[in-house]
Structure formats: structure tokens, C-alpha cells
């Protein structure tokens, strides 16, 4: 069974940088599509980005090219990095993963692993 714990949130002024980390355990990590969701309070969630197994990535319209998702097989763990943070980047991080192997859209994927979530917080 797959377990993710995120770490690496906080309060943050804006135009600081964060980054999140998500530490994987399991048999089946290094086969898994890996990535990232958030919601803010009173907002629907949505995908920001994922990472599959071979390294391809995917990221949701609206941040790409803010946001950058990567992966560490060896450490088993998945990151996103934000710099230039804004206060509407403020939500509630959470880490996912897959054991499909993925090449589709990040819109049409189903993860099968949540973790706890970590709180980012942007303050102006």
C-alpha cells in the first residue's frame, strides 16, 4: 500500500519561493504518476500538475510556467516548486498518485493515493 506525506508549506510573503515535498512509501512508488492539487476554502480543488513514471510532465493551463513539478526515484519523493509566489497561490497542497502509467492529460487523471495535504499560505 502506497503512503504520501507532503511537507514543506507555510506562510510565505508574496513574491517568496516554496518547496513542497511529497515522500512516498510503498513497493510501487517508482511505477507511479505522481502529482499535485489544491484548494483554496470556499473553492473547488484543481490539479496544478503531475509527473510520471519516465518523467513526463503535465500542467493545468492556467499555471503553467509558474509552477514546476519534478521527481527524486532514489529519495522517493515528488516536488513543486513556486516561486514568485501570489496570495491566490494560497490553498491547501495536496499530493497524489497513480498506478496508471500516464500519458494523458492531467484534467482526465484519476489518482489512487492521497496524502494529508500541506497549507500554503501567501500573505501580500
Known amino acids: 500500500q502506497v503512503q504520501l506525506v507532503e511537507s514543506g508549506g507555510g506562510s510565505v510573503q508574496a513574491g517568496g519561493s516554496l518547496r513542497l515535498s511529497c515522500a512516498a512509501s510503498g513497493y510501487s512508488y517508482s511505477s507511479l504518476t505522481m502529482g499535485w492539487f489544491r484548494q483554496a476554502p470556499g473553492k473547488e480543488g484543481e490539479g496544478v500538475a503531475l509527473?510520471?513514471?519516465?518523467?513526463?510532465?503535465r500542467y493545468a493551463d492556467a499555471v503553467k510556467g509558474r509552477f514546476t513539478v519534478s521527481r527524486d526515484n532514489a529519495k522517493n519523493t515528488v516536488y513543486l516548486q513556486r516561486n514568485s509566489l501570489e496570495p491566490e497561490d494560497t490553498a491547501m497542497y495536496y499530493c497524489?498518485?497513480?498506478?496508471?502509467?500516464?500519458?494523458?492529460?492531467?484534467?482526465?487523471?484519476?489518482?489512487?493515493?492521497w496524502g494529508q495535504g500541506t497549507q500554503v499560505t501567501v500573505s501580500s
Open positions: 509527473i510520471n513514471s519516465v518523467g513526463g510532465t
Open positions: 497524489a498518485g497513480g498506478r496508471a502509467l500516464w500519458f494523458g492529460s492531467l484534467s482526465g487523471w484519476r489518482p489512487d493515493y
